[in-house]
């Protein structure tokens, strides 16, 4: 879309001009485009019949809009143009400290964040227990939630970021950890901590036997033939009604517990043996720090692994499959333990996911997440942990704060539902953060071993797998 | 055997649609290498404009011969998915062209997500169900197989337009130019081929072809929902795999063999299971033929 | 260092009758060949010889149509490469390679390029990751240690300063060694290089003379090179092999290849009269390499088409210089696999089970024995032999001259059943019962 300016910037004549005929274009466009997907609408009679309403006024917005935004871009060009190279000069410096150091505070960050978010609702309400009442919801929404897809995302990160192995169906690992967790503890009663293991080794078992056939193939076969087998999954989760209940889902899952503490409201709970007051915040709390950990310690494996010769393998896969084979690798074990290793941890996550609601269902599992999970390893940089978390933090936390926009209510009317758009402005932010940065957040990749000094290495030279 | 082959027949059916979706994704990735996972939305885009176009002919004009209907249906929806696959290329697409491979893939899964809940926003949730276009069918003589007129419609449509396409990419200049920018694109444009244009004629192309789907299947059940773009989109996605990506006939045979593969399963084992089925044969198709039933083989070059 | 190779006068690499095919497409048609211990063997020919095919098929990136590669290493193992796994090749019988057109790790740094070649040593000593993971000390001295090896190296291309840096990023000229070191970095006994030389300027192309002579003198690796850059080849190998169209046409050293008529035809593809001419024209021009000069005449603008397609299939890519006196070698290429089939065809159908005197319907107690422990019997002839009712090491045995004869037809093969004793190795194995093989032999199975 962006023009390329080739006019001097003084002819401002040609330039309006220009911009005038491109914005009537856009305007053009815009109106065949919406003419009828906005232009009516389709709406059920009483009788179940469809019945169209006109909506023209809407219609015209839209077209105003497009050729206004296009007449702005195109007429403004030279000028960004400009700003863009003196900006340019003024950029090309080291990174700052708070950069390099953001991993740090970033982490010191999510350790008080639970206590933080307390303490300043406490200070806004005026009691203890209204900022613990309070802190629920960020707590548990964006807390847990976002931190659940950092985990993901770092666990998908093995497999697309450093093996360059595209895998479309990611979130079946997460099913297969979260009903394990579910089944296993609903027949045989056993425990979160012996659970959470044992999911991860079921998901990796799975990585294994999916893996097995499908890594000769090549490139996108790759990525269709895991798309099919996430889908495989969720569709026999929800048809083999006997065991998994269907779409019903699986409810009354087992509460995680702290060392045999549990989280429950009677005398020997968590609260009554600290003497605090009864809350269901506290194992929210519990539930933050323990993904915290996990998240946590799918980061450690990662940077550790990237040191040894398995990690290095890796990154060299997705560099070129062939000159690996030629230096004495094998390249399907190689790939098959990327493979298992991502699902080990989309394992951990799922089993701590069904410990969470208490309830999983297939619906929590449908392609889209593995597409989102995706799209966060991709929009924070291929491999680097602390812009995938960014990504990740970004794209829920946004999309759970539009929850929030209450407000807007006041400026479109009460019929304003902000929900509804959540996941249209998550498509179209995922766009344009693509297109304004191709590489992600971060896009460079730290070496795992240096000589003399470390350099960060360029996006440039990093390939990004043919698998 | 009168069931096996009714079951084919709404087989083939099922399987033109899958088809015709398919060569949209098989021709954009054997031109930019790239999934279009938008496509299935486009298709469902494409639907939702057939529907409007009924409901207005319908609305503004009243009784219009069913013949007509369908074929404004199609020519409207053509040129308007055309358009907007044209915009979305232009806008999601063609930045990232020559960048980062897996950039297009997470710009076209955005695309996805925003395209189907941009119908959801403007049409509403529920399903759009029309009344039925075509009616009755006739039974083959001596036998209890009925053919209904709508799904020899389907079949009838797809075949004429498969003819039309294959003369368009075998026998027109746009076609030549296509076919040598899927060979090699540097090369196409040193000899003076515009290839981003050739490439949004690509991707317009695809379009139409989905919408022509859209409609057909819309025709065929009756119903649309904002939904609906995902799962033909993943089986005709599959079918191109199948067929071997890239390859145009394979798109078709695909296609074919994924709605016969459904069609037969549902009916004689269990209709649950039918997409299971189709994947799984994906899967094992895939394994044993790595570039699928007619894709050339990929030649590891050392 | 020539009396080195006399003195160690063992072949490292011993390529029999072997033939690529690619559908009906002959690239690599019955080549014989050895490459000494210790010694610069150059496999050169014109473009589409068939060159890279070789090197393809010794590293397991292809697997030969027939025939046999004999990898022995300076301890005496011996492979049969052609029925290994090509990373199996690397690591049990270390022979290393590089690519034509340059394979790095271009978003790893140099060191981490160096780092990934020592991956097997490294896993070994990492405990295949877990006790690497828990930080065991083994692993943390071996990783060091293998950071001083690529330091080594790193001295030995001259790019230590550029250690950090990614190797996407060097020029061209370093790229070449880096994957040379990178090779090295693998401790291969046989190292074989595709196109060392290519693009490189000539005191580049000096330095590489240099590094490689190093190389081998000091590690005592033996060296497999496709050459075009004459001045290379002259200069340091020991032997060369001329290849066109997928035939040996000269084999020798680098003074007796030069002034073969037939290699110098191959390279300038002229008919035979301007050849002499072009001799006369030399000598009286005081040219006393032929060759160089050929060179200079033809190979760089076959490069170019190479380069555009480095990997196309060697008859589509006859240059077009090479026609006239190609045309002729073409035809016999073309027509001995013929011949051999009209001679084959009418046995094949004789035989299909039970021409062979001792041909059988099927297994004895039902169970085969593994044919492919005689040496010079692949899966391929295994099946084929299978196939025409031989299952065991005592029909092989037992074999007359005529039955000879009639195998040979239809493995396609002629004289190789004598010449690698099959007989007798079929006697020793049918003794032995279902003992090991006569001599120890790794690869094959997988």
């Known amino acids: 879309m962006k023009p390329i300016v080739d006019i001097e910037p003084k002819e401002s004549d040609s330039v309006f001009a220009k911009a005038l005929k491109e914005g009537l274009v856009a305007g053009a466009l815009a109106l065949g485009l919406f003419c009828l997907i906005v232009g009516f609408r389709t709406e059920q009679n009483i009788r179940n019949e469809l019945i169209l309403t006109q909506r023209w006024g809407l219609l015209a917005i839209f077209v105003a809009v497009a050729a206004v935004a296009r007449f702005l871009i195109t007429y403004t060009a030279p000028w960004r143009e400009e700003r863009k190279k003196t900006r340019r000069v003024v950029e090309a410096k080291e990174p700052s400290a708070f950069r390099k150091s953001f991993p740090k505070i970033g982490l010191g960050l999510l350790f008080i964040y639970p206590f933080l978010v307390i303490l300043i609702l406490a200070a806004y309400n005026g009691s203890m227990m209204g900022g613990l009442q309070g802190s629920l919801k960020y707590v548990d929404n964006f807390g847990i939630q976002i931190l659940i897809y950092v985990m993901l995302a770092w666990g998908l990160n093995i497999v697309v970021g450093l093996a360059g192995l595209l895998d479309l169906g990611y979130v079946a690992f997460y099913a297969v950890g979260a009903y394990s967790y579910a089944l296993l503890s609903a027949h045989f009663g056993f425990s979160f901590w012996l659970l959470l293991p044992m999911a991860g080794i079921f998901a990796a078992t799975w990585g294994v036997i999916l893996g097995f056939p499908v890594l000769r193939l090549r490139g996108d076969y790759l990525a269709i033939v895991t798309l099919a087998f996430g889908e495989i999954i969720r569709l026999i989760l929800i048809n083999w009604t006997v065991v998994t209940k269907g779409t019903f889902g699986i409810s009354g899952i087992a509460k995680a517990t702290l060392f045999g503490i549990p989280f429950v409201p009677g005398p020997n709970g968590f609260a009554a043996l600290l003497g605090l007051p009864n809350s269901g915040v506290y194992y929210k709390i519990f539930l933050y720090y323990l993904i915290l950990l996990l998240a946590l310690l799918t980061a450690w494996v990662t940077i550790r692994l990237r040191r040894m010769p398995i990690g290095r393998a890796w990154e060299a896969l997705r560099e070129d499959e062939i000159a690996c084979r030629s230096l004495g690798i094998n390249t399907t074990t190689t790939k098959l333990t990327a493979f298992a290793t991502g699902a080990m941890f989309g394992g951990f996550a799922g089993s701590f996911f069904a410990a969470r609601q208490g309830f999983v269902s297939p619906e929590s599992f449908v392609f889209l997440e593995s597409a989102i999970i995706l799209a966060m390893v991709v929009l924070g940089g291929m491999g680097s942990l602390v812009g995938i978390a960014i990504a990740a933090a970004v794209m829920i936390g946004g999309t759970e704060l539009l929850r929030e926009l209450e407000f807007l209510k006041l400026v479109f009317g009460n019929d304003f539902t902000p929900e509804l758009y959540r996941m249209l402005l998550f498509g179209l932010a995922m766009i344009v953060v693509m297109v304004w940065k191709p590489r992600g957040f971060a896009g460079s990749r730290e070496p795992s071993a240096f000589l003399h000094k470390r350099k960060m290495v360029s996006g440039e030279f990093t390939k990004e797998g043919h698998g | ?302 | 260092m020539i009396s080195e190779v006399q003195n160690n006068p063992s072949a490292i690499l011993r390529v029999e009758r072997l033939s690529m095919k690619f559908g009906g497409l002959i690239a690599i048609n019955d080549l014989n060949f050895e490459a000494k211990r210790g010694a610069i063997t150059a496999l050169i020919g014109p473009n589409g010889a068939g060159k890279t095919t070789v090197f393809n098929c010794i590293t397991g990136f292809y697997k030969p149509t027939e025939g046999m590669l004999t990898l022995t290493r300076q301890n005496g193992e011996e492979y049969l490469l052609e029925r290994m796994a090509d990373f199996v090749i690397t690591k049990k019988a270390k022979v290393a390679r590089t690519f034509q057109n340059i394979r790095l790790f271009s978003g790893l740094t140099v060191l981490e390029n160096l780092l990934v070649a020592q991956h097997n040593p490294l896993m070994l000593s990492s405990g295949f990751t877990v006790l690497g993971l828990l930080g065991f000390p083994t692993y943390k001295k071996a990783a060091g240690d293998a950071i001083e090896k690529a330091r080594f190296w790193l001295e030995k291309i001259n790019l230590v300063d550029r250690a950090d840096d990614p190797a996407g990023d060097l020029p061209y000229g370093a790229q070449r060694r880096l994957e040379i070191a990178r090779a090295m970095c693998t401790e291969p006994e046989l190292l074989c290089l595709d196109e060392p030389a290519a693009g490189l300027n000539a005191r580049e192309s000096a330095e590489l003379n240099k590094l490689l002579l190093d190389i081998r003198a000091e590690t005592g690796t033996s060296i497999l090179l496709i050459e075009h850059d004459m001045s290379v080849v002259m200069e340091i190998s020991d032997h060369v092999v001329v290849l066109e169209y997928g035939t040996k046409i000269s084999d020798g050293t680098p003074d007796t290849v030069k002034n073969d008529p037939k290699v110098i035809a191959a390279y300038l593809g002229v008919e035979d009269e301007e050849v002499v001419e072009l001799i006369e024209q030399a000598e009286a021009a005081g040219v006393d390499d032929i060759t160089a000069a050929v060179d200079l005449l033809s190979t760089e603008a076959l490069h170019e088409i190479e380069e555009a397609h480095p990997d196309a299939a060697p008859v589509e890519l006859i240059p077009a210089a090479a026609i006239a006196d190609g045309a002729s070698s073409k035809v016999k290429s073309a027509r001995k696999p013929a011949a051999k089939k009209t001679q084959a065809a009418p046995a094949t159908s004789k035989i299909k089970a039970g021409s062979t005197s001792n041909a059988l319907e099927a297994p004895r107690a039902g169970k085969a024995d593994k044919l492919i422990l005689i040496k010079g019997i692949g899966p391929v002839n295994e099946r084929k032999l299978n196939e025409h009712g031989i299952f065991h090491f005592d029909q092989i045995a037992a074999w007359k001259k005529a039955d000879i004869v009639a195998a040979e037809a239809y493995l396609a093969f002629d004289g190789r059943i004598a010449r690698e004793d099959w007989i007798g190795q079929a006697k020793k194995l049918a003794k032995e019962g279902q003992a090991k093989p006569a001599q120890k032999k790794t690869g094959g199975a997988k």
Not at chain 2, 140 to 157: D, E, S, W
Not at chain 2, 234 to 247: E, R
Request: charged content about 10%; glycine content about 10%; hydrophobic content about 55%.
């Open chain 2, 1 to 302: 055997m009168e069931y096996f082959i009714q079951q084919s027949i709404n087989g083939l059916t099922l399987g033109s649609i899958y088809g015709l979706i398919a060569i949209g994704y098989t021709m954009v990735y054997g031109i930019i290498g790239m999934i279009n996972f938008a496509h299935g939305d486009v298709f469902m885009l494409g639907a939702f404009m057939a529907m409007i176009i009924f409901l207005a002919l319908t609305t503004f004009i009243g009784g219009v011969p069913v013949v007509l209907a369908l074929l404004l249906m199609m020519v409207v929806a053509m040129l308007l998915t055309g358009l907007w696959s044209w915009t979305i290329e232009r806008l999601a697409y063609r930045p990232l062209r020559g960048s980062f491979r897996l950039a297009p893939l997470i710009t076209a899964i955005g695309m996805s997500i925003a395209l189907s809940n941009f119908v959801q926003v403007t049409q509403g949730p529920r399903n759009k169900p029309i009344p039925p276009l075509v009616n009755g069918g006739i039974t083959v003589y001596g036998t209890n197989i009925t053919i209904a007129y709508k799904q020899m419609v389907i079949i009838i449509v797809t075949a004429v337009l498969l003819a039309a396409f294959w003369y368009l990419v075998n026998k027109t200049s746009l076609g030549r130019a296509q076919r040598s920018c899927e060979q090699d694109r540097k090369m196409a444009a040193l000899l003076g081929i515009d290839v981003d244009r050739t490439i949004s004629m690509t991707f317009v192309m695809g379009a139409m072809l989905a919408a022509v789907a859209g409609t057909l299947y819309l025709m065929f059940y009756g119903v649309i929902s904002f939904t609906d773009g995902f799962v033909p989109g993943v089986k005709a996605f599959t079918a191109a795999v199948l067929g071997g990506i890239g390859s145009l006939p394979g798109a078709v045979v695909g296609g074919l063999l994924i709605g016969l593969i459904e069609a037969l399963w549902s009916a004689y084992f269990s209709i649950d299971y039918k997409d299971v089925a189709a994947f799984s044969i994906l899967a094992i198709v895939l394994i044993f033929l790595p570039s699928g039933i007619l894709g050339r083989p990929e030649v590891e070059k050392v």
